[in-house]
């Protein structure tokens, strides 16, 4: 397993940017696929993306598509999710997780496929 810790959450307003990362110890960073989900107060905790170990394959939930990008520095054991056009919808905690497995990418969009997760971070877009 791999321990996570997230960071760049905060306030930002209505069509702004935000930058989330996600840094990861150990040396098996790089073996595990990894994902992003968010959980808003009152609703379940929604898929926003997911990359594979080697960062060849991305998903996105639909909520997100085409303004939040997830990429990863496997050098720095740091995954990355560059949010842009930002709606007050995506007001949520976010979370960073790591697949259950190493070299392993199914049924990314289920937080059950997961086995490591980071304990969150705040992200407000203000109207």
């Known amino acids: 397993q791999v321990q996570l810790v997230e960071s760049g959450g905060g306030l930002v307003q209505a069509g702004g940017s935000l930058r989330l990362s996600c840094t990861g110890s150990?040396?098996?960073?790089?073996?595990?696929?990894m994902g992003w989900f968010r959980q808003a107060p009152g609703k379940e905790r929604e898929f926003v993306a997911a990359?594979?170990?080697?960062?060849?394959?991305?998903d996105y939930g639909d909520s997100v598509k085409g303004r939040f990008t997830i990429s990863r520095d496997n050098a720095k054991n740091t995954l990355y999710l560059q949010m842009n056009s930002l709606k007050p919808e995506d007001t949520a905690v976010y979370y960073c997780?790591?697949?259950?497995?190493?070299?392993?990418?199914?049924?990314?969009?289920?937080?059950?496929?997961?086995?490591?997760w980071g304990q969150g971070t705040q992200v407000t877009v203000s109207s």
């Open positions: 997780a790591a697949s259950m497995y190493t070299h392993y990418y199914r049924g990314i969009s289920s937080a059950r496929e997961y086995g490591s």
């Open positions: 990359i594979s170990w080697s960062g060849s394959t991305l």
């Open positions: 150990g040396r098996t960073f790089s073996s595990y696929s």
